[in-house]
């Protein structure tokens, strides 16, 4: 979200055209901003009567370098235009904060004492990038190696070191995670992290938070300690541009596809993002190049795609995500839905648990059965999200009397979510009355129900499988 797309018209737009999740970047948005976009996505919900329960993702910036251009770091350049900078001139990065930058030099919140002579600067996910040719006192001089923009409050990648001394969490983070708890969002991303002593970290800020935390995947660090940090997120983002910043691109491209394989067989939701149709800022169309990389990126098991800077600052919000909604629904038509299952069983380590070895004998039961439709009543969404983990050919219908809940399933591939208003033991016949009036399902045809439980049982819990003929239901 951004100033493209905050206004309440433009809200409703997407969630017409299949967002399912809205992420708030605060290093880019201001906390009554951020409330107002909250507040009118609700309030759109509400005015409207759509069934859409639409997440709210709360990104805060974690132990990431970047620019500022005013006191108070509120990032702003004049008139809110970046500054050009040409190739071979002369730009400096200034270690003070109070500097209001221009089209020569810019203030950072770090880089004197890290940086060498002849090492590499990237802004920006690497669009303009400099190699320091002298260190002073309170700044280090640079010459720009290509032509481009200079913006406020933008990323700095250093791929010549990596920063350990930063904290995960400034007290800027801090009070920026207690904002997001407040307004009571659905997830929580911590950008840059490098291991899991930073989840750590932001699992004890989280305290007994109901929000989820999504671990950003944006350096080699993370990379590296990928299979530990997916442990302990609720959910992966392969952050590709400022990954691409500080790790060849090759190397970036080839691990994406192993991250997603990894988190497919955790259980775990993966997310890839940045410059999915970066074109489409400017232009009404993708490249060819931009379609395929989404498809390849469903094909290989990724749970959702991101749109950054194309709905945030670009010309045409909605039309990118409804194109993006378009290639994506074209992919998902040619996987192999029971190849995927059968890999999967045979990835996943043995023995499996009871509730893990329920809801894949369901997906294969509808299968076996010629079952219509999957429904799994859930409380705090570990049964859904088990169902999902095996990919079924057939709609899967999430239903919970918890509307939090409800939002944070939309993470995971494959599913729509049904809030039941009404007491729990009438969820299933609930759930088929509304799968019933949506199209999905018909009159005599056969639903497979799994469910779980919280009291007693760890999250993800599936006690029950059951086989059922949807009834008829009055108009």
């Known amino acids: 979200m951004g100033p493209a797309s905050s206004s309440k018209s433009i809200i409703g737009k997407l969630v017409e055209a299949g967002a399912d999740i809205f992420r708030i970047n605060l290093s880019h948005c201001s906390h009554k901003d951020a409330k107002q976009i ?173 929000s989820k935390l999504l671990a950003k995947i944006e350096n080699e660090k993370s990379m590296e300690n990928f299979e530990s940090i997916l442990k302990r997120s609720d959910g992966i983002v392969i952050d590709r541009g400022y990954l691409g910043a500080e790790v060849d691109i090759e190397i970036v491209t080839m691990n994406q596809k192993k991250m997603i394989a990894l988190a497919n067989i955790a259980g775990k939701p993966i997310l890839v993002a940045s410059q999915m149709l970066e074109s489409m800022r400017q232009n009404l169309k993708p490249t060819r190049s931009e379609a395929a990389d989404i498809a390849n990126t469903v094909i290989d098991g990724a749970d ?64 076996q059965v010629n079952a219509a439709i999957i429904i799994s009543v859930t409380e705090v969404g570990g049964t859904a999200r ?45 759930t088929l009355k509304y799968a019933t009036g949506l199209g999905l399902v018909k009159p005599g045809q056969i639903a497979v129900v799994t469910s779980g439980q919280v009291v007693g049982f760890l999250e993800g819990t599936t006690t029950k499988m059951q086989v059922v003929t949807v009834p008829e239901f009055d108009e």
């Not at 079924?392 to 039941?420: D, S, W």
Request: glycine share 6%.
């Open 38 to 210: 909250v507040k009118d996505l609700h309030d759109y919900l509400e005015e409207s009567k759509v069934a859409a329960e639409v997440g709210i993702w709360i990104d805060v910036n974690g132990p990431k370098v970047r620019m500022f251009t005013r006191v108070f770091r509120t990032g702003k350049l004049p008139n809110d235009e970046p500054v050009y900078v040409e190739i071979g001139s002369d730009f400096f990065f200034v270690n003070d904060i109070s500097l209001v930058g221009d089209s020569t030099q810019i203030a950072t919140t770090y880089s004197k004492e890290l940086l060498d002579i002849g090492d590499k600067i990237f802004v920006d996910d690497g669009n303009i990038s400099f190699t320091v040719v002298e260190r002073l006192e309170n700044s280090v001089r640079t010459i720009a190696d290509n032509s481009g923009f200079v913006g406020a409050n933008k990323g700095i990648n250093f791929p010549s070191h990596i920063i350990e001394e930063l904290p995960a969490f400034s007290e800027t983070d801090k009070r920026d995670l207690d904002f997001a708890l407040e307004l009571g969002v659905d997830f929580v991303s911590l950008s840059c992290i490098r291991s899991i002593d930073d989840i750590d970290e932001a699992r004890l800020l989280l305290g007994n938070s109901k």
């Open 304 to 367: 959702g795609l991101v749109l950054s800077a194309e709905t945030a600052v670009g010309r045409h919000p909605v039309e990118t995500l409804e194109t993006m909604r378009r290639i994506a629904h074209a992919a998902e038509k040619s996987i192999n839905y029971q190849e995927f299952q059968l890999k999967l069983m045979r990835s996943v380590p043995k023995p499996v648990n009871v509730s893990e070895s329920i809801a894949s004998s369901a997906v294969q039961m509808a299968r």
């Open 386 to 430: 088990l169902v999902a983990k095996y990919r079924p050919e057939i709609p899967v219908l999430a239903a919970t009397c918890i509307k939090k809940t409800a939002r944070q399933l939309n993470l995971c591939f494959g599913l729509r979510m049904y809030y039941h208003k009404g007491p729990v033991d009438t969820i299933v016949n609930g």
